[in-house]
């Protein structure tokens, strides 16, 4: 069974451009190379593109022709924790690697052979793949994918290695292609997402891979900008009415003007809050008497507001979010309390329990942590997705 955890205590925060290289020449090869770009898109990161497949002789050996394929990737993690997953996937699909010299007949085989533009020269671990430039059987695939990226040591381009190699095997293309995992997850009949949650949920880092993943339009709130912020978190009532009024203002703005440009382009808009968030938390932050004025003015703004196709609602019991909020560091957050939070998570059931609309879901993430763990990630894919 495939391993889908990894923990950020093994990776870096930045997202890194991978190439890898696979081929088989034992059993269904085709059917190998699928299954492990599965598994690589599940344990490691996006996949971007795919090569077609080619149909190779095995090379310094006797044994079956080799499909072939190079595939590109995003991966948050470390060219030692990409070769560490490398191995497992391998391991998974029933590669048995030989201690002794020489090359073999194999189920799978995957190389790395870029990893950003760094040189690395290691015990375990050679990048760029230093035979490459012997191997038209990585060089074809890799030239129909980025023929004029530059290898970082020779300074050639990939289409330059491959009209000078000296391998003149046949590489025959085959007419099935390999399908990107990415592709079964379909946004394309949603228009509008509002990814909703109390505070430290995570809706913001779940926008922003979202974004990453799918190409969607990106509208985060501005909270950073709002010089109320820090004052409200000192001293609540004196100005939660105008923290309150200035982010309807600016929610208003963003949510009208951004919306209203996605419609020009016709992409997906992902958005880490909904509009009614500024009256959930009004309610809980205003008195009365500030509420009702502010209530009319919120419904005289909302009329003109567009509606999301989808509704999420991420769910996080309070001791998790208190952790999220200790961990990200915000001086201004650390008098929060955790019936604030629980005040702040009724108002959210409250709003939900009194919608009669299906696309607004509830996703417990209580027991996950899908920016850590691509599997959660995945998982939580899947549950944004399902009708």
Known sequence: MINLGLKLSKIINNTHTVYLALGTNLGDRFEYLQVAVDAIFKQIGTITNISAVYQTPALGFDGADFLNCVLVLQTPYKAQVVLKEILSIEKTLGRQRSKGAGYASRVIDIDMLFYNQQVISQAHLQVPHPQMAHRKFVLQPLVDISPQMVHPVSQKTLADMLS?????????????????PIDRYDFSK???????????????????????????????????????LPKFY??????????????????????????????????????????????????????????NLYKKLF?????????????IYL???????????????????????????????????EFIKNQ??????????????????????LLLLDQILAK
């Open 299 to 311: 419904y005289l703004m909302h009329k003109e507001l567009p509606k999301p196709d989808v509704y």
């Open 190 to 228: 949603i228009n509008y997402i509002a990814i909703e949650g109390n505070i430290g949920a995570g809706k913001t880092s779940l926008c922003q891979m979202l974004s990453t993943d799918f190409n969607t339009k990106l509208i985060l709130e501005r909270f950073k900008d709002n010089p109320f």
């Open 356 to 377: 009669h609309n299906d696309s607004i879901k509830i996703i417990d993430i209580s027991g996950l942590d899908f920016v850590e763990n691509r599997g959660d990630y």
């Open 234 to 291: 000192k001293d609540p009532q004196r100005y939660a009415f105008a923290l309150e009024m200035s982010f309807l203002a600016d929610r208003y703005q963003q949510l009208l003007e951004d919306i209203a440009q996605f419609d020009l382009f016709n992409q997906c808009v992902v958005a880490d809050y909904d509009a009614y968030k500024s009256l959930i938390f009004a309610k809980v932050t205003l008195q009365q008497e500030e509420y």
């Open 315 to 349: 769910y996080q019991n309070t001791e998790r979010l208190l952790e999220n909020i200790k961990k990200r560091g915000r001086s201004y957050e650390n008098s929060i309390q955790a019936d604030y939070l629980q005040k702040i998570n009724d108002g959210y059931l």
């Open 164 to 180: 000078h190699t000296k391998d003149t095997s046949v590489v025959d293309k085959q007419t099935k292609e390999l399908s990107n």
